[in-house]
Nanobody, 128 residues
Framework: QVVLVESGGGVVQAGNSLRLSCTTS???????????NAWFRQAPGNEREFVAG????????YYGDSVQGRFTISRENANNVVYLQMDSLKPEDTAVYYC??????????????????WGQGTQVTVSS
């Protein structure tokens, strides 16, 4: 069973930075490895939005249009951790941020429906 645990959320002023962490443990039901991870976010009344995704090797990364150039996704495979560095935060970045994981693809897809494993979420609030 794969378990994802997010941390690092909080309240910050606009323009500041936060770094989220997602620690992964366990293996897929067939004993395989996780092939990709991503961060999604969901604000009240909105659908879950793709923020950034990263392949298992870290070589392939994608970003959502709204965070391109401000957020950076990375991973530390030795410790099974995926990070989301968020710089130049804006009030519209306020949301619950979720870490997702999946397998079977060499890249991280943008659709939440391709992620069978999710963390519990961490709240990020950006004040103006």
């Amino acid at each position: 069973q794969v378990v994802l645990v997010e941390s690092g959320g909080g309240v910050v002023q606009a323009g500041n930075s936060l770094r989220l962490s997602c620690t992964t443990s366990g293996r897929t039901f067939n004993g395989g490895d996780i092939d990709f991870n991503a961060w999604f976010r969901q604000a009240p009344g909105n659908e879950r939005e793709f923020v950034a995704g990263i392949s298992r090797t870290g070589e392939v990364v994608y970003y959502g249009d709204s965070v391109q150039g401000r957020f950076t996704i990375s991973r530390e495979n030795a410790n099974n951790v995926v990070y989301l560095q968020m710089d130049s935060l804006k009030p519209e970045d306020t949301a619950v941020y979720y870490c997702g994981a999946g397998h079977g693809l060499w890249y991280a897809p943008r659709s939440e429906h391709q992620y069978p494993f999710w963390g519990q979420g961490t709240q990020v609030t950006v004040s103006s």
